[in-house]
């Protein structure tokens, strides 16, 4: 539909716009109606504690824009992460169906420019790519292969052969996003956040400008580049100009989560904030450990002059009063906060329950026997979430719901996508993509009998200056020992470059050249294979080949039958989550996993007072999530797995720090089966640690 039919049908519609907003409460409304001469309002701060509302009501200001007369098309709506924009786009479209029923039907076409940062990054670069120099048909770098490329590049410098012990390629690649996202010296990260490494200053510089050198040469891009190209797009005047009306509406939500490069591309396409909508909560700011800024949200206001109109909502309509009681004197201990308590109006007699069992095993078995009867009582699987710290927590309870045949889905820490098989055949979709991705291609043809590092080494060099890739793959010769498989690869390839199927025909014709090299390769092939299978029908949700590669690398299905959908879709399930990807949702039923010390906060986290306080906030996300029923759980020992000297074992553990005992009677305190709801592991604890510490002593 084009703008002005929009408009058309927008002016026809407009009757609706009070009855679209009644439900709304009047600061939710003042914020959805801000401006309503459209490409006159100024920059609005939504900024408000958990479940007040906040992404309501930006989908409701986003369906007031477009049934003012705005071009959706020039709408561009942020958010966290694929899923949420999925669910932003569909709420929107229930809002302007409401309005007109002709908008139902084009409802799909409602919001073309809604995504991550990253995503939308990567579709505009690819569009702008002739306005600097650059091949459109880039390949993207997941944090993986990013980490791989750093290290060829740290061995080419020979870094890697130092006497002193040079940081390790994640380390390094970790210096350079924080330097890159927080857009600070590098002295100052050093400083800061890797004092160890500062007397490596000078070489990590080198190795910085290697790596860009490198990933130009290729023709790729890293998650970084995807923000801090676009950045630097935005600094050309004219440039920015043009990307600035293209998008006659900037909207942010979980703004408290984006870092200072994020901030300054917003800057950039709205320098006087006209036309730009922030949303977020100081409260839930979960990520600065990748290098996100709560300055950004706090200082947006002042930013623009006249400064940002500031709404504030407080009442919460997602939990119930104790609920709220609780997470309210949760977040109350922290040392810093802007958004105020919040109330509500949903009474209820149940407090939040803090459940003590004996270890991990039960908290499994407590877990899945809490999760039947709820859904005996009416409680749908869906309408219930597991949340824990770490993707490994759930791996005690994932066991129990097989064993009890319940239906799960777990988003967060899924290792579908990091398989070997699976990125295997994404690697050569890439190489198709891109013959110059060097990773890709070292990946695919080591695959391949016969060539090691140093074939393919000089089989890219052949194709990295080749104007016609698939010519330079057949004037390759055969590797020594491998001269059926070689066939079979260059056809392959010949074949999708020339006369490609289209899509997703090739990935089908991918798996078929990868399927023999999998079973010589691994025993339980048929495991792989479905996979493979699995990567097919979610294939099949893409338009592209590009944009399978780029979605699938910027924002990875949460679960196998995530995008797929297919498997599980009319059925109930119930929902394993880690808490940094809960965030913006909500459940019926909330079970937070392991509510120790050492998980929340994680032992990982246990240095600088910011990371202390980021932990407790992430447990306010956990708590925040529930409508009707919160249970915390408090293992009283549990297992960790870990790599390295100390291996896996079992550790004692203490309620978690968050909700000391001034806080307590908030909740209703039970132990399960027979644990005292009130035992003390604290004093098992030193015992424990005593005695292994002595131990390890006998033998030093
Ligand atoms: P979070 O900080 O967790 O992202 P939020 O502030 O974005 O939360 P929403 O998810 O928008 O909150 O809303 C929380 C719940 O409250 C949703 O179920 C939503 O439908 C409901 N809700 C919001 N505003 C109203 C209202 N005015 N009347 C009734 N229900 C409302
Ligand atoms: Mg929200």
Redo the contacts with the bound molecule.
């Keep these: 539909m084009s703008a002005a039919s929009f408009a058309r049908a927008a002016t026809a519609a407009t009757p609706g716009l009070d009855t679209l907003l009644e ?3 009047p600061e ?1 409304r003042a914020a959805a109606r801000h401006g309503e001469s459209g490409a006159d309002a100024g920059p609005l701060l939504i900024i ?1 504690g ?7 009501t930006l989908a409701h200001r986003v369906g007031c824009l477009i049934a003012g007369g705005v071009d959706p098309h020039g709408i561009l709506l942020l958010t966290f992460s694929r899923r949420a924009a999925l669910q932003m786009t569909q709420r929107v479209e229930g809002i302007v169906a409401k309005l007109d029923e002709r908008w139902a039907r084009i409802a799909h076409t409602v919001l073309p420019w809604a995504g991550t940062f990253h995503g939308i990054g990567a579709r505009l670069l690819r569009e702008y790519a002739q306005r600097y120099a650059m091949d459109p048909a880039f390949t993207i770098l997941d944090r993986e292969d990013a980490a791989d490329l750093m290290n060829l590049v740290r061995a080419d410098l020979k870094l890697s052969e130092r006497e002193q012990r040079f940081p390790l390629k994640a380390t390094c690649l970790a210096i350079y996003s924080a330097v890159v996202n927080r857009q600070v010296t590098l002295e100052r990260v050093l400083a800061e956040d890797f004092p160890w490494c500062v007397a490596w200053q000078a070489e990590l510089r080198a190795l910085f400008a290697a790596y860009v050198h490198a990933k130009q040469r290729q023709g790729v891009l890293d998650y970084d580049d995807l923000l801090l190209y676009w950045a630097h797009l935005l600094a050309e005047p004219a440039l920015a100009t043009e990307m600035g009306h293209r998008f006659s509406h900037v909207l942010v939500d979980e703004y408290q989560d984006t870092n200072a490069l994020q901030a300054t591309i917003l800057r950039g396409l709205k320098p006087d904030g006209r036309g730009l909508t922030a949303v977020g ?1 100081d409260a ?1 700011a979960i990520y600065a450990f990748r290098g996100a800024t709560v300055r950004n949200i706090l200082d947006f206001p002042t930013q623009f002059t006249p400064p940002a109109r500031v709404v504030t909502l407080t009442r919460n ?2 939990s119930t009063q104790p609920i709220l009681a609780a997470t309210n004197a949760v977040i109350g201990l922290a040392s810093e906060r802007f958004t105020k308590d919040l109330w509500s109006e949903r009474g209820s007699q149940e407090r939040p329950r803090i459940v003590t069992v004996a270890d991990d095993g039960d908290q499994a078995h407590y877990v899945a026997e809490q999760v039947l009867a709820r859904r005996e009582a009416a409680v749908a699987l869906k309408a219930q979430a597991v949340l824990f710290r770490a993707s490994s927590h759930s791996a005690m309870l994932e066991l129990e719901l097989v064993r009890r045949n319940i239906p799960y889905l777990k988003f967060g820490g899924l290792k579908f996508l990091e398989a070997a098989h699976v990125k295997d055949v994404l690697a050569f979709l890439r190489l198709l993509e891109n013959p110059r991705d060097r990773i890709a291609g070292f990946r695919v043809l080591q695959l391949l009998p016969g060539v090691g590092p140093k074939t393919a080494n000089r089989m890219l060099d052949a194709l990295a200056v080749a104007t016609d890739a698939a010519a330079a793959v057949e004037a390759l010769s055969a590797p020594a020992g491998g001269a059926l498989e070689w066939a079979q690869f260059a056809a392959t390839f010949r074949l999708l470059a020339r006369q490609s199927p289209g899509w997703p025909a090739e990935l089908e014709l991918v798996s078929r050249w990868y399927e023999p090299l999998l079973r010589q390769r691994h025993d339980n092939a048929e495991v792989r294979e479905g996979d493979l299978r699995q990567l097919e029908a979610i294939a099949s949700g893409y338009a592209s080949r590009e944009r399978f590669l780029t979605e699938l690398t910027l924002d990875p299905p949460g679960a196998t039958s995530d995008d797929a959908g297919v498997p599980m879709k009319d059925e109930d399930y119930l929902i394993l989550s880690t808490i940094h990807s809960a965030k ?1 949702q ?1 459940w019926r039923a909330v079970y937070v996993l392991n509510a120790v010390d050492g998980c929340i906060p994680s032992d990982l986290a246990t240095g600088t007072t910011a990371e202390i306080e980021e932990e407790r906030r992430l447990l306010y996300v956990a708590m ?1 999530r529930a409508k009707d029923h919160l249970t915390i759980i408090v293992p009283q020992r549990f297992y960790v797995h870990q790599q390295g000297r100390r291996g896996d074992r079992h550790v004692y553990a203490a309620r978690t720090r968050f909700i000391p005992d001034a806080i307590a009677d908030r909740f209703e305190l039970s132990g399960w089966p027979q644990v005292a709801p009130d035992a003390s592991p604290c004093t098992s604890q030193a015992a424990a640690i005593d005695l292994a510490a002595r131990m390890r002593g006998m033998w030093t």
């Design positions: 439900r709304l409460n939710q408000a958990a479940g007040s509302g906040k992404t309501n909560d839930q309509y997602r913006g909500e925040t």
